[in-house]
């Protein structure tokens, strides 16, 4: 999606899905009083309460897709489909041979040469700047295929020797400035073209203006995490959204939504999150109230270690308990809460489009031409959006 218009058209019919169906994903299941769409909805609710956990496990995803789904969920799903239907953005035709590129595990290795097939033909300068670059596999990778100087910015400062190392080895001319961006925002040199493969949350935002503010010519930028910011709600930033839009922020659990689907999960990643949830509940059943998570070591082992791991950090007493009976009681309701979570589904991917939709227009509204698209397939990666922007040529002014 490329057109000024489209992107806008885009944005609010979004805005427009979301507002009205707000009752459904808004509330979670759980937190707070009873979930309002159940009364409207009283057979889709007693469709989802009858479902055992085998059918949970097996249908999560694609219940909107059963021949007996309840209309209103499949229409819905329908709806969700039709609204963020978007093209795989156009790239190199060949696959990219990036076997020169060592030590990229092999996941990530799909994804960098996914992004890269697109981003080749979009670099502007023969200057990277790569945003939040760990150990700079993207851009280490994009030099090797095109020959350009790296700039890399990366907090920790181990990953930034290692891309170093590795830039050394494959002689890539790569410059690893060790910085967190979020407290001290880098200047980036004024030629660069920015590149950004899944940076966090507001650190995507931070790339975007810096971007804009620096004076760079092009960007191509793959955000995630969009919860993970310090203001935990996103406000429109577009002139447009702050105007037009109905919803006009979105809170944490919102945000928390729009990446909450994972498609490629390991037996132990399924585990660990399985334990999340059963831990989490029948620990709050224990001791009222919410409570810091924990390492995801903490949710290897039994609940009794579970419990001591929490009630220690939190300064917590635990009553006696029959752990059988708090686990089985637990597993139930989370089982309830993940059957009623499952009328959130359709809304994850709008308001992932919605966010990225607002980022692209407030680069139109800046003086960018910008793209929107999927730089991947879902089986390499569900944070497949890319946004790829130009800064138009404009009359010299004072950058807003
Ligand atoms: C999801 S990883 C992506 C790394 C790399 N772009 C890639 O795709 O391989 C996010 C990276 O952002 C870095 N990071 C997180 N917060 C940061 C901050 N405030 N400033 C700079 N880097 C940060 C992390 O250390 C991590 O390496």
Known sequence: MAKSSEIAARFLA???????????????????????????????????RSKPQEWMDENEDKAPLLADCPAILSELHRQSQTLCALPLLRGVEQPLDLRLTRGIPGRKLSQIQAFAQVALPRLRTPVLADWCAGKAH????????????????????????????????????????????????????????????????????IALSTAHSDGIPALILAPCCHHKRRSRRYVARSALGQRESQLGALEESALRLSTARVVIATRRMQRIRANKMLYRAAYRSLVPGTFRSGPESWFTGSFKAFCAHISEREGHTLPAFDTEQVLTQARAEVLLARAMG??????????????????ALRLEEQGWSVEIGRFCLDSVSPRDLLIAATRNAQPDGPLR
């Not at 290692?162 to 001290?184: F, P």
């Open 14 to 48: 979004i805005d427009a899905f979301l507002h009205s169906n707000r009752y459904f994903w808004q509330p979670r299941p759980f937190h707070g009083d009873p979930l309002p769409w159940t009364e409207r909805a009283p057979d889709l609710a007693q469709w989802l």
């Open 138 to 205: 993207l851009s280490r990778s994009l030099a090797k295929l095109s020959g350009a100087q790296v700039h890399s910015y990366e907090r920790d400062a181990a990953l930034c020797a290692q891309a170093e190392t590795l830039a050394r080895a494959q002689r890539v001319d790569l410059q690893a400035h060790v910085v967190d961006v979020s407290t001290h925002t880098p200047t980036v040199p004024s030629t660069a073209t920015l590149v950004g493969l899944h940076a966090c949350g507001e650190l995507s935002d």
């Open 342 to 359: 499952m009328v959130r589904t359709p809304f994850r991917r709008p308001i992932e489009l919605w966010l990225n939709l607002d980022r």
